[in-house]
């Protein structure tokens, strides 16, 4: 059989193709400056605590339940700074992972993550002092005019509406009462008054006192140290405050969850656990989306006294601070006391925004209680002592894979080694450019998966070597003609093989957790790097090689010779010519 003509069969553009992407995932690497991966907390040393989850009534708690509680402790531990932590479920409790924290610092951390509180505003400001001048004094209330009050709002804008007039911010209403309050989400700092009192404009201040964000703002009952820190806070940066723990009796300051406004706080008034239910939903009679709030008897109590004593202070101590995780999510304006705790939260909202804001009323603390089952510690030295072992573990198989492919295929054995060699190779590069782009851990669940994956890799190349050896021995083929023959056959048979491999794999990382989710993961990417290669690497240059005397013409060395292919000395001369 004459072997396919060099139009068909073009192996030298295939391996350039595949040194290509090596090159560009190489060159990735460097200039993310990523050579070394990111290692897990078993190699790198830490702490992992898990939480179990206590219901009431010893029930399983609910998936939606634990699922919220995930990603609230995920939000409030990454917020703090700690962005390799890492909070997963693993069945129904919840681990979290802390590299290179130890016992007491992780417990610390997930024992003070915070929750929702409701203070009254006692001072406000943009997050940044706007370049206009600013009120030098507390505003007078005048029946005849609205006008901004003392600190304007962190947009730079005033908000002077009459309350009766449709506003694009949020109001908040006792459900079928007359009661109300006006506010504006994510700080943005609604300034009015009670409806039958508005403040007149107030004299504009010298250049000297617009440079005081608290200039003309009563500081009256203010801790002198807030009014520091007040002046000093940077609520631009990124995640300012964010995973805070704020003592409930205490005044503190906080910026807006938006980063546009900062805030002096009085003692928290009414704790987020009062929260019965909060629910995003459709006005009947406007079509406008809103958000129902409702309270337990005590925090219906509290919110009460909390609305009537904001509704009796002048601008901007009328405001109600909604603080979560140490940002101000919303800070509406009491126009009355709501009393009987059922609230309704209306104005400029859409599904999306409603829903936020309900979710973040709703599971300001967490909608479980959950109890420390377990803290476990990895020094940093044991995570070394294990990253070498695995990794001497890994040597030590592809070495003895290698040493077998060379006793039994002899110089066919070589291109098995150099296909290995090409698979480390993508693999590390994988291994890399996961770590440094999607927050991939190098852990040693995947150093046994990769491991144990030499040997998968090996197999494919097994099988196309002896179907090579198949088609030479018993359709008395050229060895250019059988390597084509054979592989036509042969990747059917990989190409399965490994399906049913990654499919395992698959499975297997979505229905485990922790250390064997790593293994089938690890186990998952090397099983299409097997793939990549075979096709890109290991059958181009089998192609090439063929082409070589040492090879074709059946070398003792070689690893088809005559006595290996079971033919005889008039079927080899036959087969050379």
Known sequence: MAPPTSSQIKPGRTLLALLVIILAMGATVVLQKALVPKFGLDLAGGTTVTLSPVTSDGKAPPQESLDRAVNIIRNRVNGTGISDAEVARAGDNIVIQVPGAG???????????????????????????????????????????????????????????????????????????????????????????????????????????????LAGQDLTGIDPALLKEFRTIDCTAKNKGQGAQDDPDKQIVAC??????????????????????????????????????????????????????????????????????????????????????????????????????????????????????????????????????????GAI???????????????????????????????????????????????????????????????????????????MKEGHRTLRAAVEVAWRRAKRTILVADAVMFIAAVVLYFLAVGGVAGFAFAMGLTTLIDIMVVFLFTKPLMSLVARLKFFSKGHKLSGLDAERMGRTGAEQTLQEA
């Open 397 to 471: 198989g592809l070495v003895i894979v290698m040493i077998y492919l060379l006793l039994y295929y002899r110089g066919l054995g070589a291109v098995g080694i150099a296909s290995l060699g090409v698979a480390t190779i993508i693999t590390y590069l994988s291994v890399a450019l996961l770590s440094a782009n999607v927050g991939f851990r190098w852990s040693l669940p995947h150093i046994i998966g990769l491991v144990v994956s030499i040997g998968i890799t090996a197999d494919s190349f097994i099988v196309y070597f002896e179907r090579i050896r198949d088609e």
């Open 256 to 393: 807006s969850q938006d980063g546009t406004a900062r805030y002096i706080l009085d003692k928290a008034a009414v704790q987020g656990s009062q929260i019965t239910t909060a629910s995003a939903g459709v006005r009947q009679d406007t079509g406008a989306w809103v958000v129902n709030l409702d309270f337990k008897s005590q925090g219906a109590s509290q919110w009460s006294d909390l609305t009537a004593k904001a509704f009796e202070a002048q601008p901007p101590r009328n405001q109600i601070g909604v603080v979560l995780d140490g940002l101000v999510i919303t800070a509406p304006a009491s126009n009355g006391r709501i009393a009987g705790g059922n609230t309704e939260i209306s104005g400029g909202f859409t599904q999306e925004t409603a829903t936020e804001l309900a979710d973040q009323l709703k599971y300001g603390s967490l909608p479980l209680k959950f109890v420390q089952s377990s803290v476990v510690s990895v020094s940093s030295t044991l995570g070394q002592d294990q990253l070498r072992g695995g990794l001497i573990s």
């Open 103 to 213: 016992r007491d610092e992780a417990i610390k951390l997930v024992a003070t993550t915070a929750e929702m509180r409701f203070r009254q505003v006692l001072a406000v400001a943009a997050a940044t002092t706007p370049p206009q001048t600013l009120p030098t004094s507390a505003a007078t209330p005048s029946p005849s005019a609205m006008t901004p009050s003392p600190g304007a709002s962190p947009a730079g804008r005033a908000v002077s509406k009459v309350l009766a007039e449709p506003t694009p911010t949020p109001t908040v209403t006792r459900r079928a009462r007359s009661h109300t309050a006006t506010g504006e989400k994510s700080g943005a700092g609604t300034r009015a008054s009670r409806a039958q009192a508005t403040p007149s404009p107030s004299p504009s201040a010298t250049p000297g006192e617009s440079e005081d964000p």
